[in-house]
């Protein structure tokens, strides 16, 4: 892809909207744009980031034996009431009537629907267990949406809902999808720690929240200084956890994060709402035994980035990047050298970027920089005429001369092995 | 794949809701259910032929230069009354008061927003042409949802926006769009006829539809008996034509189909209304002109249906299947060798699904031809004495017998060659 072709609006400006540097990055290497309060526009940079993720999501819940299913966003009022939510869940969520006065939900999660569907699917206990996973858009009217897509009132998630037949079922299935997240996190870059979690409203017994340390996160983890006791807030608040640690007695840590996962072992209180029963080998009706897994998929990118940043901007890794590297030739008689070497890069199945914009050269290397490709290749009159190009990585502080007829093998090299990891 | 993992509840029955083949199939398929009037959802089958169609979307989009976006549902009601749809739009359009009390809409079209977004990006003439596409949800509030997917309230759609510095740079960007719309469509194995068409709504000069011709068609096609006119009736309406062709004189016929496609010049209807001007090289601020185009991606699996099938069921095209090839075993000493086969082809990369469930013979091969999938391949105590498998197409009335050892590399060739085409 050319530059001069793609559409990266960079701002040079921090804008005035954003409070966090995850916010300020987003806007600034033109990732999002906002429409209105808590609404965003993945621009190409974004959507491409947001696509990887995707496609992360897919091949591990697929891997661990998850069906993807796409469920409605609108939904029939009805079913919220039957499982007691409609009151509980405030007005957060949205709510309107159809042309025909009927009540309806925008959806900001999914147990209701899932639950009726397979009520009239899954009869047998020769069904069971199943996984089923969407990736799809939420709602939910904030009172005060921030930090840019990280509280937005429209946003990507994958959520997951597994049934079973008894509780030794969803155990092994809670236990696959806890492996599964940390797969998961950790193949977009991400440290994710899990924590023991309140349930909330959605209900259930048993529940962990994959929390990302970062200095301007919403959430508040509390984690032990001397065993792996880990906790959100609300949930040691409830434990009426106080100073020090409740398994070992050592001094607790309260530590800021940002929540981007959360699974549930839900049980029997919405298929039990909802009536949704299967026939057991005991040839009784009983309810289907669930559980529930989401990811806030939007919510990843702005987790990467407060974790991999510098003053000079985004230090993508390899796996989530928008494209992997960027050539950059500085002055004119490198042009040629840089068209070849984009095409070879091309042919041999590389994700670059060639900028080709008629700019400075300092004004390309603060882009790439900010925008937070993985490898920079800059070609000059001086480099090319030891045949070599500046490889450098944007993790480290210098380049290193590389033989231009070199890159492209490099390159895939390198590539192999940081998504190999 | 095994179906035992797999969630493909068929149904024996034609349930009471269905009108059309298309609607009865995907039910009976286990491609979608109903949650309520005009809202369904997918099951893994009818999922995995969406995102087999929007990645042909994908790829084709992205060859014609256009480059991915993902704009908000929730878009704020100041916006569509700055262009004048506020009022236009009438009870299709969800609309509903956030929290603050302010007017929302549920994006049934993205016009509005697209322009807004790139009246603050592009700047300059050099900037231009720009294309800009999505894959998203949208939503209609129908009077009369009906034919399932084919007229719900909410839709999945691919809706792109290009962007120039005059007509004749919207004539290009028309052109190719058009051009890509029937790469598209062939892809997907749609025989889509492009015709003239009324602007309604969108307002703006010309535009195309993209129909396929079905007895179940909602929409009508005028087409000329003698020469290449064909409008759809609308068209033909406002330009007052009768019985016989505007072009040739010769008789029109009227044929049912369903739009799969629209194109647009809209001109600088929205970006007068909002304001969206760039510098054009005279040094003068002009509003760019826009064109946009539509395809309805969920429609696409019902107009496949329609136009794909039998008493028996789908005929899916290879390249939107949900599965390539049904593995068969019809008895259990069959069992061994058609693992033995799965596992090959899995390893071969092809997409197989092995009926390894304990029913009927007869039950595997009326399911196999009901969910459609191109090739079916049978194991039976009487083939594998001949260590072979009776090979058949879907389109094909009789099996042919192929050594076991033969099929993947078949199966290889076959894909290669109907995936090429």
Redesign the interface.
């Known amino acids: 892809m050319r530059w001069s ?3 990266i ?1 960079t701002l040079r400006e921090t804008p005035a909207e954003a409070e966090t540097v995850s916010h300020r990055l987003m806007l600034r290497a033109g990732l999002i ?1 906002k ?2 309060a ?7 940079m ?3 980031v ?2 990887k993720v995707t496609r992360i999501i897919r091949e591990e819940m697929t891997r661990a ?1 998850a ?10 009022a009805d079913l919220w009431k039957r499982s007691g939510r409609w009151e509980k869940m405030g ?2 969520m ?3 009537k ?2 025909h006065g009927k009540e309806m939900v ?1 959806g900001p999660t999914h147990e209701e ?1 899932i639950t ?2 397979i009520a ?2 899954l009869r047998s206990y020769r069904d069971l267990p ?1 996984t ?1 996973f969407q990736i799809q ?1 939420k ?1 939910r ?1 904030e ?1 005060r949406p921030r930090f840019g897509v990280i509280r937005s ?2 946003f990507l998630m994958k959520d997951a809902y597994s049934f079973d037949r008894n509780e030794a079922g969803l155990n092994v299935n809670y236990d696959r999808m806890y492996d599964t997240y940390l797969r998961i996190f950790s193949r977009c870059g991400l440290e994710a720690i899990p924590v023991e979690a309140d349930t909330g409203v959605m209900g259930g017994d048993d529940s962990h929240e994959f929390m990302v340390l970062s200095k301007n996160g919403e959430d508040t983890v509390v984690r032990c200084s001397g065993c792996p006791y880990a906790a959100s807030k609300d949930r040691a608040a409830k434990q009426g956890v106080g100073d020090s640690c409740p398994k070992c007695g050592k001094p607790l840590q309260q530590l800021p994060a940002i929540e981007v996962g959360h699974i549930f072992k839900l049980g029997t209180k919405y298929t039990e709402a909802l009536d949704a029963n299967f026939l057991d080998e005991d040839g009784k009706q009983k309810p289907f035994i669930m559980g529930c897994y989401g990811i806030g998929v939007s919510r990843i990118l702005p987790a990467v980035i407060e974790t991999h940043q510098d003053e000079a901007g985004i230090r993508w890794p390899v796996s989530i990047a928008p494209y992997q590297a960027v050539i950059v030739p500085i002055n004119p008689p490198a042009r040629e050298a840089a068209e070849w070497l984009h095409r070879e890069a091309l042919e041999a199945g590389l994700e670059v970027l060639l900028d080709d914009r008629e700019v400075s050269g300092g004004v390309k290397m603060k882009d790439a920089d900010l925008v937070g490709f993985p490898i920079r290749i800059l070609l000059s009159e001086k480099t090319l005429q030891k045949e070599s190009v500046e490889f450098k990585l944007r993790t480290e502080a210098e380049p290193t001369l590389l033989k231009t007829s070199e890159v492209v093998s490099r390159l895939k090299k390198l590539l192999a092995q940081q998504n190999g990891a």
């Open positions: 072709l793609a559409y609006p744009r429409l209105s808590g609404t965003y526009s993945y621009l190409p974004g959507m491409r947001l696509l034996g069906l993807e299913v796409l469920l409605p966003a609108l939904q029939p007005p957060e949205v709510r309107f159809d042309r925008l629907v009726q569907l009239g699917e199943k089923l858009t709602f009217d009172a009132c429209e």
